[in-house]
């Protein structure tokens, strides 16, 4: 069966598989499941240490998904929350399209034209080698810029209310992605990106950093 994300069309040249659904959820929909995770979800502020100092994330984030799923970055273990019965449903539609399952869900909230995320790939050791990551657009439309290092090539996608965006195959070995800023009057935006952990994966990254952790320690 081809699914509905593989008759889109592939976005990347080359590299990578980048596969858009517009309106996957029509408007008055995508507008009600916005409302929902608005009000509903744990949306918390990050601080990430990063060259020595304290930083705030600039957005919001909450962390969903099956016990299991935790996810380890800058030094903190973020156990997901469980699914709610909004985000339950959501992840259904999604895997019925991508044709896998996910365990857990990334959820991001853009409270203006501020709020952004830095270049960045989803290349984590949990995700396993060409994760299928599957990103959900609410509310206000922005962009997502993705960048090639190797050629220099960018590719601009505008996300708006209800989108579907499937990043696959070799994608997040060759491109970097990121959300920029932008000085135009901006409303809220939320971002959904269901992910596949495994744990054993995880566990095996935490041992490394241990380990490396013990030895820099050490060195002192
Ligand atoms: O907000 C977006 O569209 C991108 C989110 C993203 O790249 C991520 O959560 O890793
Ligand atoms: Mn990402």
């Not at 081809?2 to 008055?28: R, S, W």
């Not at 399209?97 to 952004?116: E, K, M, T």
């Not at 439309?141 to 965006?165: C, M, Q, V």
């Not at 060759?174 to 920029?180: C, D, F, M, S, V």
């Given at each position: 069966?081809?699914?509905?994300?593989?008759?889109?069309?592939?976005?990347?040249p080359?590299?990578?598989?980048?596969?858009?659904?517009?309106a996957?959820?029509?408007?008055?929909?995508?507008?009600?499941?916005f409302?929902?995770?608005?009000?509903?979800l744990?949306w918390?502020?990050e601080?990430l240490?990063?060259?020595?100092?304290?930083l705030?994330v600039?957005?919001?984030?909450?962390?969903?998904g099956?016990?299991?799923?935790?996810?380890?970055?800058?030094?903190?273990?973020?156990?997901?929350?469980?699914?709610?019965?909004?985000?339950?449903?959501?992840?259904?539609?999604?895997?019925a399209?991508?044709?896998?399952?996910?365990n857990?869900?990334?959820?991001n909230?853009?409270?203006?034209?501020?709020?952004?995320?830095?270049?960045?790939?989803?290349?984590?050791?949990e995700l396993g080698?060409?994760?299928?990551?599957a990103?959900?657009?609410?509310g206000?439309?922005?962009?997502?810029r993705?960048?090639?290092?190797?050629?220099?090539?960018?590719l601009?996608?505008?996300?708006?209310?209800?989108?579907?965006?499937?990043?696959?195959?070799?994608?997040?070995?060759?491109?970097?992605?990121?959300?920029?800023?932008?000085r135009k009057?901006?409303?809220?935006?939320?971002?959904?990106?269901?992910?596949?952990i495994?744990?054993?994966?995880?566990?095996?990254?935490?041992?490394?950093?241990?380990?490396?952790?013990?030895?820099?320690?050490?060195?002192?």
């Amino acid at each position: 069966m081809i699914t509905k994300f593989e008759q889109a069309k592939n976005l990347a040249p080359f590299d990578g598989q980048l596969h858009c659904v517009k309106a996957f959820y029509a408007q008055t929909e995508a507008d009600d499941i916005f409302q929902q995770l608005h009000i509903g979800l744990e949306w918390q502020s990050e601080q990430l240490f990063i060259y020595g100092r304290w930083l705030t994330v600039p957005r919001l984030m909450a962390w969903y998904g099956d016990d299991q799923a935790s996810y380890r970055y800058s030094g903190v273990s973020h156990q997901p929350l469980p699914w709610m019965p909004l985000l339950a449903h959501l992840r259904t539609d999604v895997e019925a399209v991508c044709q896998q399952s996910f365990n857990s869900v990334l959820a991001n909230l853009y409270r203006d034209g501020r709020d952004s995320m830095g270049c960045h790939a989803d290349d984590e050791k949990e995700l396993g080698q060409n994760p299928t990551i599957a990103s959900l657009s609410f509310g206000e439309t922005r962009l997502l810029r993705f960048r090639h290092p190797e050629t220099a090539y960018k590719l601009d996608i505008e996300l708006s209310n209800g989108d579907l965006l499937v990043m696959a195959g070799e994608l997040q070995h060759h491109w970097r992605h990121e959300l920029p800023k932008t000085r135009k009057p901006k409303q809220a935006r939320i971002n959904l990106t269901f992910r596949q952990i495994s744990e054993a994966a995880e566990n095996e990254k935490y041992r490394l950093q241990s380990k490396q952790k013990q030895k820099s320690t050490s060195r002192h």
